[in-house]
């Protein structure tokens, strides 16, 4: 990049891969960091990397004072003055400190980097939230505390202290006695509390200049999954390619108004160059809440721009550390734009257990023959990285569900078979997020009671497969003149509705076994499925050529089909089943169970996903969507533990109400798998 091919850059990191987000071969571009297996990788033949060795990894102040650092910089300053570029060279680091500052000012160096006093007055907790002030609006429920005033209230909060790192100050407060040993041990610490806010988190890389704010690519955060940490709360990596299937056009619109508000703030404080923000939507709501700003080049930066690099199609398009670095130099980028990318994963594996030299070298050997780039750490802290695994494909499926490329992740780093089935992952995610006109809409919930037709398209009885729905919305648009590329998600849903296209309880839990034995067994789910309510041969040959319309909640529960399981038995792929619920007693309802959770062997919890609607959702905004039952006890009926669906529990969730009307509730497992 021209702009940046006469200026001396020396980036001074820790962390090799830090700076390994532009062209290395670029003469003005120098980096100091640790020797390493994979700082010597990238190294090699480079004139421009300086590599220390020391008997332990130096931090960035350390690398700075080395004899060979110090020559290193001041012989390209000699340089610089040869060439009579006073600005030259110029320092660059991965996070300033005060101490880093001071080094660079004792010895004439010029450090881009924006102040220290600044990014630690954003980015940390307590101070970050006096910082933002009015503009905290965008926090969920922010208050500063000392933690001796603290009260629980029975609702769940985070608690946070001044300073963390990737979750590691974070606590969840979940009941009054862990709140009371905390009060017990640091009474008079000062503290930040927040609303707890279930959802999905997002992230993006932004750059600040002194005239505009630049919006980068959003990825979706993949946060607390074992086996890469047992921490719930530490940031694990990014999803490049899931962020574009979960967030609709009105959501992307909220998201940007808080990435700009803060980007102002900061750039009304002379902040330039990159910041990152973690923005969390809330489950079961639209509602986008500010969790945390990274005042610093955020880690995900270096991967991102290098994808980027991959996409470059010319010469105004620009990675997001070349935009850093223009930003860092007062350059003018109204003629630039970031590179746009809607694919690429990556996810670290951090130490949360003991493995030898020879595993670990093992686990990356085996993650480089499926295509991955692995980078490997000599870290030996709990919860720090020691492999980051990188993926030029999507490694999600959805929030928190690997698809199979991530699912080969796993299977190498804990030497376990794939066990979550492809088809099944993605028949699910494809009734969350019909493709609609490149748009990504919740299918919506159908009641066939009311619009079944004998001999009717399945489609149109809400039997339909995603893509069924799909085409068949298609086929009405075209016929009402409707460009469904015009309209947002939220009114494509409206017409979805409106035209008496959607999937009721059984059709969609139809479509995910069948889905399901595919995988599992490799046929239809019509070959092993029983119709015993078709009574005469006609009617059993009408079933076998029209399963999906035939295999209502009652077929599907029959004996025949389904064997009732006790609730502590409940796994994944089984069924929870109600018969006759409802004022009449005469609505029959089925949820699909896909995952549960164990302590000790023991059931805690069970995630189910159905197709239903609520009295409070209105015209509109019912579908396919998740829900989950917290096993209290599970020696007791089903009803007796807490259900939640849609941020209400229990006598205030109406899947609850309705199921403890029904005449008989159970879990089943289908037969025949």
């Known amino acids: 990049m021209q702009e940046l091919s006469n200026k001396n850059i020396i980036y001074i990191t820790r962390d090799i891969e830090r700076a390994t987000g532009f062209d290395l071969s670029n003469p003005s571009y120098y ?29 960035t102040w350390e690398l700075l004072q080395t004899e060979k650092a110090k020559n290193f910089i001041n012989k390209i300053s000699t340089s610089a003055k040869a060439t009579a570029d006073k600005n030259n060279p110029q320092i660059l680091v991965f996070k300033p400190t005060t101490q880093i500052e001071k080094i660079c000012a004792e010895n004439n160096w010029q450090l881009l980097n924006p102040s220290a006093e600044l990014a630690n007055k954003i980015e940390q907790k307590i101070s970050g939230v006096q910082w933002l002030g009015e503009e905290n609006k965008y926090l969920p429920n922010a208050k500063i505390d000392v933690c ?3 009260k629980f209230n029975g609702e769940k909060f985070i608690l946070q202290y001044n300073q963390s790192h990737t979750g590691s100050g974070t606590i969840f407060i979940e009941s009054e006695k862990q709140l009371e040993e905390i009060k017990t041990k640091f009474p008079k610490r000062e503290c930040k509390t927040t609303r707890f806010v279930d959802g999905t988190l997002f992230t993006n890389n932004n750059i600040v200049t002194n005239k505009e704010i630049i919006l980068g690519n959003i990825s979706y955060q993949i946060t607390g999954l074992k086996p890469f940490t047992k921490n719930k709360f530490a940031t694990i990596g990014n999803d490049w390619g899931l962020a574009h299937k979960l967030l ?18 900061m750039q009304s404080e002379n902040w330039r160059g990159l910041f990152g923000v973690d923005i969390i939507l809330e489950k079961n709501s639209d509602n986008l809440y500010l969790i945390e700003i990274n005042a610093r080049q955020p880690a995900s930066t270096t991967f991102e721009s290098q994808l980027q690099m991959a996409n470059r199609k010319n010469e105004n398009g620009i990675t997001t550390f070349e935009g850093h670095l223009l930003a860092l130099l007062g350059c003018n980028l109204s003629d630039k734009k970031l590179i ?26 085996n993650l480089e023959k499926d295509n991955f780039t692995v980078i490997k750490y000599d870290n030996t802290k709990e919860n720090s990285d020691l492999l980051r695994i990188q993926s030029q494909t999507s490694i999600m499926e959805s929030h928190n569900e690997f698809n199979k490329n991530g699912l080969k992740i796993i299977n190498q780093l804990t030497n376990q078979p794939i066990n979550q089935s492809t088809l099944l992952e993605s028949t699910i995610n494809h009734y969350l997020n019909l493709n609609i006109a490149e748009k990504k809409v919740q299918t919506p919930y159908l009641n066939n009671r009311r619009s079944a037709i004998r001999g009717a398209l399945a489609v149109l009885i809400g039997k339909g497969s995603p893509k069924d729905i799909e085409e068949e919305i298609q086929i009405i648009s075209l016929k009402e003149r409707i460009d469904l590329n015009d309209l947002p998600a939220e009114k494509i849903k409206e017409f979805l509705v409106e035209n008496n296209l959607g999937v009721d309880c059984s059709g969609f839990v139809y479509y995910i076994l069948d889905a399901l034995v595919q995988d599992t067994k490799n046929k239809k789910l019509k070959q092993i499925i029983h119709f015993p309510l078709a009574r005469s041969i006609v009617r059993k040959m009408i079933a076998k050529l029209r399963p999906a319309e035939n295999c209502g909640v009652t077929t599907l529960a029959h004996e025949s089909n389904t064997k009732k399981i006790e609730l502590k038995d409940v796994q994944a792929n089984d069924l929870i089943i109600f018969i006759g619920s409802g004022p009449t007693q005469d609505y029959n309802h ?25 009295p409070s959702d209105g015209k509109y905004n019912h579908g396919v969507r998740r829900g989950i039952i917290e096993v209290v006890d599970s020696g007791k009926n089903i009803l007796e533990q807490k259900w ?25 497992r289908l037969k025949n798998l």
């Open 644 to 668: 939640r669906e849609q941020g209400k529990a229990n006598e205030d969730n109406w899947t609850w109400v309705q199921a403890k009307s029904a005449k008989e509730i159970f879990a089943g």
């Open 148 to 150: 001796d005033n603290l």
């Open 590 to 614: 089925i949820m699909f169970v896909k995952s549960v959770e164990k302590e000790n062997n023991n059931l805690k919890k069970i995630n189910y996903i159905h197709s239903f609607k609520w």
């Open 31 to 59: 980096i100091i960091s640790n020797t390493g297996d994979f700082a010597k990788q990238v190294a090699k033949n480079k004139s421009n990397i300086l590599l220390i060795e020391a008997q332990k990894q130096l931090d």
């Open 248 to 265: 609709t056009e009105k959501q992307l619109s909220k998201y940007r108004e808080i990435v700009e508000t803060v980007g102002q703030k």
């Open 340 to 365: 746009e990318i809607t694919d690429g994963a990556q996810i670290i594996f951090r130490k949360n257990s003991d493995l030898s030299e020879t595993q670990l070298q093992t686990m990356k050997k």
